[in-house]
């Protein structure tokens, strides 16, 4: 199993400064055959499900803030958030969708100072 | 618009059986992979079992191999997963996704509970 690992477990940040997780694979997520990484990054806030905010490591889904930045290749990888709002407040896990079984990250929590 | 709607979940005893079901729409249900993914209250996300979209291929978690199954059926645009032989553990938000290309697109979850 590819096994994600990410850092910090949680993330205090004043409004409007940058926030930043890493996430780490245990092994390659990317895929030669089409130049892509399968490596996800999900928003969760409490009672909700998962969001989808970027996909193949740097695509921002539609509607997503551009303050919202994937970055990285292969086997680290990155989530900035370059202003930080009230509204970012939630866990965000990444996910590699690249080998079965799927596997998320542990989460990282984003708080306030 | 897609739509993933859970529904099934509930106190469950330990041993017991529950079949939770995922109606779909707004997309080509019979075109995708579907997948369940559970999420202990409080803790991280834990992938359970995917299907392939007609239906003949099926993986699973360890933890759930043997116990659960997971089936669809595209004339209704539904997804299940027969839980047998449940455990505390088992305990879970238990979310239907769709996987694209870009990732899952996820239900609301339905709560499922293991209890005496």
């Known amino acids: 199993d590819i096994v994600m690992t990410q850092s910090p477990d949680s993330l205090t940040v004043s409004l409007g400064e940058r926030a930043t997780i890493h996430c780490r694979s245990s092994q390659s997520v990317f895929y030669s055959s089409n130049n892509k990484n399968y490596l996800t990054w999900y928003q969760q806030k409490p009672g909700q499900p998962p969001k989808l905010l970027i996909y193949w490591a740097s695509t921002r889904e539609s509607g997503v803030p551009d303050r919202f930045i994937g970055s990285g290749s292969g086997t680290d990888f990155t989530l900035t958030i370059s202003s930080l709002q009230a509204e970012d407040v939630a866990v965000y896990y990444c996910?590699?969708?690249?080998?079965?079984?799927?596997?998320f990250g542990q989460g990282t929590k984003v708080e306030i100072k | 618009e897609v739509l993933l709607v859970e529904s099934g979940g509930g106190l469950v005893q330990p041993g017991g059986s529950l079949t939770l079901s995922c109606a779909a729409s707004?997309?080509?249900?019979?075109?995708?992979?579907m997948h369940w993914v559970l999420q202990v209250p409080g803790k991280g996300l834990i992938w359970v079992s995917r299907?392939?979209?007609?239906?003949?291929?099926?993986n699973y978690a360890d933890s759930v191999k043997g116990r659960f199954t997971i089936s669809r059926d595209n004339a209704q645009d539904r997804l299940y997963l027969q839980m047998d032989s449940l455990r505390a553990e088992d305990t879970a938000v238990y979310y239907c996704?769709?996987?694209?290309?870009?990732?899952?697109?996820w239900g609301q979850g339905t709560l499922v509970t293991v209890s005496s």
């Open positions: 299907i392939n979209p007609d239906g003949s291929n099926t």
């Open positions: 707004g997309f080509t249900f019979r075109s995708y992979w």
């Open positions: 996704t769709r996987e694209t290309e870009s990732g899952y697109d």
């Open positions: 996910q590699q969708y690249y080998r079965t079984p799927r596997t």
